[in-house]
């Protein structure tokens, strides 16, 4: 659902791929770009008192796979019912530290939970009026998972994602590739083997126009 009267940036990759480096920093270049417009920073899952419960139950507890897609999802619908929609509804730019494409590329690519289950999900929390809602822009921080691995291994206590091993990664990776491959008007994608610096002139230079 692309005709909202806000805007909706998701930033996704892998463990690793240093994401989250550049998300407050090009909040507050939105911020200066479009000054008559609101920007609102959030994450996934998380975003909500209940979503940041469910989250630390996601990222730490052992559970069945579609318990976790399920748990996702139920993160996702309040996420989207408390934060994301009345932001989209107010004219505010939206963005937020992972989305739904971070579903499909690790409880589906790096998981093995079927497409199909996860597509209609997607449709039954998402969709409204017969529409997806869907960021307008994805960045997609590209990582080999070996690169990946390394820099993991340098930061915080791990949480059982992280701790999960390369092949795991790798096939997150690729699903990620594909979900982009698929959607390239929605996708941009960043080589996150760059520089911060590099990345973060890539990003000023994309042209949004909102």
Request: without cysteine; charged residues 30%; neutral net charge.
């Amino acid at each position: 659902m692309q005709n909202q009267p806000g805007f909706f940036i998701s930033f996704e990759g892998i463990d690793g791929a240093g994401k989250s480096t550049h998300i407050e920093a090009y909040a507050n270049f939105l911020r200066a770009k479009f000054p008559e417009r609101k920007v609102l920073v959030t994450r996934e899952p998380g975003g909500t008192p209940l979503g940041e419960q469910l989250r630390k139950l996601l990222l730490d507890a052992p559970m069945d796979l579609e318990t976790e897609a399920l748990l996702m999802f139920a993160a996702r619908r309040e996420h989207l019912a408390q934060i994301i929609e009345p932001a989209l509804a107010a004219r505010k730019i939206v963005i937020s530290d992972r989305f739904t494409d971070a579903s499909f590329a690790y409880q589906s690519g790096g998981r093995g939970l079927s497409i199909e289950k996860l597509s209609q999900l997607e449709h039954w929390v998402q969709a409204r009026a017969g529409k997806l809602l869907q960021p307008n822009i994805t960045f997609l921080f590209d990582l080999p998972s070996d690169v990946a691995e390394a820099r993991r291994s340098q930061a915080r206590t791990p949480d059982k994602f992280e701790r999960l091993d390369l092949a795991f990664f790798e096939r997150v990776r690729q699903e990620y590739l594909r979900r982009a491959a698929a959607e390239p008007e929605r996708f941009r994608i960043l080589d996150a083997r760059d520089t911060p610096e590099v990345i973060w002139k890539k990003l000023e230079n994309i042209n949004i126009t909102i």
